[in-house]
């Protein structure tokens, strides 16, 4: 599973949030001087929103419009892409600049962040893609969609004896998987079963999703991945962006929803997968479907 790219921004030394401009209409555009440079992460609302305050340890949903203070060109805009991030706002996890600013910040606002190198770019890998250097400026103009639920909620549905017992652990979050007399010991075909049934929308094929998930073994061997240590991942199931039985299995499933997804080896990494680093054989996950779009 892949998570999307992480974006940041920053503002000036000297310089403040006023001397930027926002357009006010269509898809935003953001306008920076160039050498554009702060000492510490500010934040400046645009639009206030009307939704709840956004707390330590939230995950949201944002789009965002990302400039390179030093060149005052733009290098990442999920408004053009249709690909809306998913950040927790985890002060272990998070960049620093994501973090101190948007905390606080309410759903549905629109926000100027800057951030300097040492909550930004300095922290990010392989900066040169971006067109980045390490000690540059960032600006970032959020727009803050909405808060992601922690955990799948709905009415709990009991799934077949043969299906391998999930275990849980603080909080009722799924740890992993264990065997019981019933269990199936080999899979003949890939499944899907839900634990828990959401009252949102239908997922369609292709869809970007917010997840949180425990990959495992078939039927009760180690567990290779897992979100809940750090808060849900963003992944796409678009076909060749995710293993086939999540791409053809998740779909239909409702936002909201906890399933379980077991899948054939060919349905999973494949036959050459300890070749490619990829966990081999049969797997079996449990996915909390959060959000879709």
Known sequence: MTTASIVLTGCGGGNDLEGIEVSKSGTPKVKVEKDY???????????????????AGDTIKINYVA???????????????????????????????????LVGQDVGSRVLVSVPSE?????????ESLGLEKDDTMVFLFDLVAKIPPKAEGKAVKA?????????????????FATTKKTATKLTKSASHVLIKGAGDPIEKGATLSVQYVGQKYPAGDVFDESWSTGPRQISIAEGSAVPCLTDLVPGHTVGSRIVVTCTTDDAYGKDAKKNGQPEGPLIFVLDLLDAS
């Open 37 to 55: 440079t702060t000492d510490k992460t500010e934040s400046k609302v645009v639009s206030k929103g009307g939704g709840e305050e956004i707390a």
């Open 119 to 127: 909550d930004g770019a300095s922290l990010l890998q392989s900066v």
């Open 67 to 101: 400039v390179n203070g030093r060149t005052g060109k733009e290098f990442d805009n999920s408004f053009k892409n249709e690909t809306p991030m998913t950040l927790t706002l985890n002060e272990k996890t998070a960049l620093p600049g994501f973090y101190k600013g």
């Open 160 to 176: 077949p004896a043969s299906v391998p017992k999930l275990t849980y652990g603080k909080d009722q979050q799924p740890v992993k």
